[in-house]
């Protein structure tokens, strides 16, 4: 188990074996503690659906992903049982950024709420998520 006594070195290592995250979309973990975390991504031509637009699948992927690291340090395992997302609009920046908070983390469920914003703060999705703990 994974707490807040292993390095983000340690961390991202870890997660490192979430290969569609971090291989895939080239995920990266930049901060992650108890109920918190922060992901993201540099916008490149593999995340781009037809239109030219960052695929929903991908910044489901980085939101999916800060919320798998949050919802795991100083916890049991903990597996995703309802996930929902609002896109509000189209990054404008090259970089998305994913930032995942508990609202409530009990003994068995955990609450959280994920926000996506661009480099440029532009505010790009919003995913609430209920976690089971195993």
Known sequence: ML??????QEVRDYFGNDRFASEACACE??????GH???AFTISGQHL????FVMGGAIFTLADFALAVACNIGENPTVSVSNTIEYFSPPKGGRLFATADADKSGRS???YTVSVTDDLGTPVAKMTAT???R
């Open 109 to 111: 469920l955990g609450f």
């Open 3 to 8: 707490d807040e006594s292993n390095s983000i």
């Open 29 to 34: 973990v930049l901060e992650a503690s108890h």
């Open 37 to 39: 975390a922060v992901t």
């Open 131 to 133: 976690c089971f703990r």
């Open 49 to 52: 659906n037809a239109q030219g």
